[in-house]
C-alpha cells in the first residue's frame, strides 16, 4: 500500500485526511504517529512558506511523501485576521475557544453583512529528491455573533455558510469536506497527484 505522510498533529485535520485519502488506496500517518519528529518552527509570513517548511521538513526526516498543509481565517473587517496566525489568534498556546472569543470580540458591533471573510488553504506536497509543490483552495462565508454546532474545529461553530443556512461546525464531515478550503485544495491535489507521484 502507498503511504503519505500527513504533517500535522491535529486530530480534526488528521481524520479529514484519512477520510479524503483512504479512497485512494493510501496508508495514512500523521505527526501523531511520529512523536520524534523535531517540532518544526512555523516562521514563514504566508500560508504557502508554512506549509513548505512543514512538508519538506517531515518528508526529508522519514524519506516519505509527505503532505502538510497551513490554513487560516482571514476576516475582510479585520483587514485580513486571524491569517496566518489563525492557530494562535490568542495567544501561543493553540486554544480554540480562546482565538474564537477574541473574533468574536473584535467583530463586536460590525452588522452581519461586514462580517465577511474566508478560509484558506495550502497544501505543499513533498517527495525526496522532487520539488515541492502548491495547491490551494478557500471557502467564503461569514462570522457569526456566537457559536453554533458541535462538529468540525477550530473556528467552524462561528463560521456560517450562507448556500448551506448553518455553519461549518452543524456539518457532518462529510458535508464540510464536500465544500470547505481543506477539501477544494484536496480537489486539486487529487488532479496533480497521479503526475507528481510517477
Known sequence: MKKVLIATANKGKANEFKNLFAPLGYEVTTLLDYPEMDDIEETGETFEENAILKAEAA??????????????????????????????????????????KKVLRNLQG????KRTGRFHCTLAISIPGKKTFTVTGE?????????????????????????????????TGEEKSAISHRGNALKKLKEILPKIVN
Open 59 to 100: 518528508s526529508s526526516q522519514f524519506n516519505v511523501l509527505a503532505i502538510a498543509d497551513d490554513s487560516g481565517l482571514l476576516i475582510d473587517a479585520l483587514n485580513g485576521e486571524p491569517g496566518v496566525y489563525s492557530a494562535r489568534y490568542a495567544g501561543k498556546e493553540k486554544n480554540d475557544e480562546e482565538n474564537i
Open 110 to 113: 460590525i452588522p452581519p453583512h
Open 139 to 171: 471557502c467564503e462565508g461569514r462570522i457569526t455573533n456566537e457559536k453554533m454546532g458541535e462538529g468540525g474545529f477550530g473556528y467552524d461553530p462561528i463560521f456560517w455558510i450562507e448556500d448551506e443556512s448553518r455553519t461549518l461546525a452543524q456539518m
